[in-house]
């Protein structure tokens, strides 16, 4: 197959090109020229495939609920929205329906069904603070100990590659150590850990830090706190959900300006109420859920947030017209990032000869006219 647009992003940039699909790779990438070809997309951008990190489930399915069918329709309404690979995430729970939800995942993965591609699991909890555990059931909360974590990763058949940790609850640096040595990215979140206390956790072996400045100690100019250190280390990646709503506009452009292009991951931690009307009321993870009118989701006793109904290819329109993020770091943040903190970037996450053909044709207004995973198309009109 042959697909042609005056604006591909290779490289950095947009240029003309003509690029050619075999299979599930892309195959060679040549100038434009006006020869025939089977889908020609004009002036419509085409960039990589949207990769989200952080995503609990939309249209009524949530990861937990270990339910086969709601998750396959998920997988294939995620290219609605762009998005070719993402990781189902957990939340806390009891360690039997923990257990359930993994082995579905794990299931389906091997079924190998269409739509986004399922790279992995993001276990959010059960091993998180109290004080931060936000829309997470604390009675579920658990300390970490290493052998119940080679439980769940054996449930989800070695698919687990973040887990959100709470590093000051973990002795020594424990469970941190031997995520990093197996290849499990240790992302600090839903913790009241101290700037001292995370610089530890990156020293034995963390790697990021979940939806920035929620769920964690804030950032004080005395007492630094989860925030600060976000902010301050450079080598840690960082996540935040790009609604607008979680994060003001102005708080998410001086995150990047922190984060610079090459650390910041943009997600949607989106729950199962993505895809439906305000005002409806869910139940997640045993706790009743409202959808507010401006899309984000809150505790319907609490009244706190509880996640988003966020879509990548919005978010992404948030990043560069409400944040003033440039487009290039903005792309980046929802493509290449994750893709490097997850070691799958030589293969996803650019448009390269050889990698995947996971690409997404994205209007002027950042609707989804087309998204091929891994070369097959899942939407659109041409």
Same mark, same amino acid.
């Given at each position: 197959?042959?697909?042609?647009?005056?604006?591909? #992003?290779?490289?950095?940039?947009?240029?003309? @090109?003509?690029?050619?699909?075999?299979? $599930?790779?892309?195959?060679?990438?040549?100038?434009?020229?006006?020869?025939?070809?089977?889908?020609?997309?004009?002036?419509?951008?085409?960039?990589?495939?949207?990769?989200?990190?952080?995503?609990?489930?939309?249209?009524?399915?949530? =990861?937990?609920?270990?339910?086969?069918?709601?998750?396959?329709?998920?997988?294939?309404?995620?290219?609605?929205?762009?998005?070719?690979?993402?990781?189902?995430?957990?939340?806390?729970?009891?360690?039997?329906?923990?257990?359930?939800?993994?082995?579905?995942?794990?299931?389906?993965?091997?079924?190998?069904?269409?739509?986004?591609?399922?790279?992995?699991?993001?276990?959010?909890?059960?091993?998180? %603070?109290?004080?931060?555990?936000?829309?997470?059931? +604390?009675?579920?909360?658990?300390?970490? =100990?290493?052998?119940?974590?080679?439980?769940?990763? $054996?449930?989800?058949?070695?698919?687990?590659?973040?887990?959100?940790?709470?590093?000051?609850?973990?002795?020594?640096?424990?469970?941190?150590?031997?995520?990093? %040595?197996?290849?499990?990215?240790?992302? +600090?979140?839903?913790?009241?850990?101290?700037?001292?206390?995370? =610089?530890?956790?990156?020293?034995?072996?963390?790697?990021?830090?979940?939806?920035? /400045?929620?769920?964690?100690?804030?950032?004080?100019?005395?007492?630094?706190? *989860?925030?600060?250190?976000?902010?301050?280390? $450079?080598?840690?990646?960082? &996540?935040?959900?790009? %609604? @607008?709503?979680?994060?003001?506009?102005?708080?998410?452009?001086?995150?990047?300006?922190?984060?610079?292009? &090459?650390?910041?991951?943009?997600?949607? $931690?989106?729950?199962?109420?993505?895809?439906?009307?305000?005002?409806?009321? /869910?139940?997640?993870?045993?706790?009743?859920?409202?959808?507010?009118?401006?899309?984000?989701?809150?505790?319907?006793?609490?009244?706190?947030?509880?996640?988003?109904?966020?879509?990548?290819?919005?978010?992404?329109?948030?990043?560069?017209?409400?944040?003033?993020?440039?487009?290039?770091?903005?792309?980046?943040? @929802?493509?290449?990032?994750?893709?490097?903190?997850?070691?799958?970037?030589?293969?996803?996450?650019?448009?390269?000869?050889?990698? %995947?053909?996971?690409? *997404?044709?994205?209007?002027?207004? #950042?609707?989804?006219?087309?998204?091929? @995973?891994?070369?097959?198309?899942?939407?659109?009109?041409?």
């Amino acid at each position: 197959m042959f697909i042609k647009s005056k604006r591909v #992003y290779v490289g950095d940039r947009f240029i003309p @090109c003509i690029i050619e699909i075999e299979k $599930d790779k892309i195959m060679n990438i040549s100038a434009y020229s006006d020869c025939k070809v089977d889908r020609d997309y004009g002036d419509q951008r085409i960039v990589p495939g949207f990769i989200d990190i952080h995503t609990h489930g939309a249209y009524g399915f949530d =990861t937990n609920n270990a339910d086969e069918n709601g998750l396959k329709n998920w997988q294939k309404r995620l290219t609605e929205e762009g998005v070719t690979s993402f990781l189902p995430t957990t939340v806390t729970a009891s360690k039997d329906k923990l257990l359930k939800a993994l082995k579905n995942v794990a299931n389906v993965k091997k079924e190998n069904y269409s739509g986004a591609h399922i790279v992995g699991i993001h276990l959010e909890g059960p091993y998180i %603070d109290k004080k931060y555990h936000g829309a997470q059931p +604390i009675n579920a909360v658990v300390k970490p =100990t290493i052998e119940e974590f080679q439980e769940y990763q $054996d449930a989800a058949n070695g698919l687990i590659k973040i887990i959100t940790l709470a590093v000051e609850h973990d002795p020594n640096y424990m469970l941190t150590k031997y995520c990093s %040595d197996n290849h499990v990215a240790v992302s +600090i979140g839903h913790s009241s850990a101290t700037l001292e206390q995370v =610089t530890f956790a990156v020293a034995n072996g963390a790697k990021s830090v979940t939806h920035t /400045f929620n769920g964690m100690s804030p950032f004080n100019h005395r007492e630094n706190g *989860v925030v600060g250190a976000a902010l301050r280390c $450079d080598s840690l990646y960082s &996540e935040i959900i790009c %609604d @607008c709503n979680h994060v003001t506009s102005e708080a998410i452009n001086l995150f990047f300006r922190s984060k610079g292009k &090459e650390k910041a991951i943009m997600i949607t $931690d989106s729950l199962m109420c993505k895809g439906y009307k305000p005002g409806e009321i /869910f139940h997640f993870s045993d706790l009743e859920v409202k959808i507010h009118s401006d899309g984000s989701a809150h505790l319907v006793k609490e009244g706190n947030f509880a996640g988003s109904t966020l879509k990548m290819n919005v978010g992404l329109k948030n990043l560069v017209e409400k944040a003033l993020i440039p487009f290039d770091v903005a792309l980046q943040s @929802c493509t290449l990032n994750p893709a490097k903190l997850l070691k799958i970037d030589d293969r996803v996450g650019s448009l390269v000869v050889g990698y %995947d053909a996971d690409i *997404v044709v994205l209007g002027d207004d #950042y609707s989804i006219i087309e998204t091929y @995973c891994k070369g097959i198309p899942q939407l659109g009109t041409q």
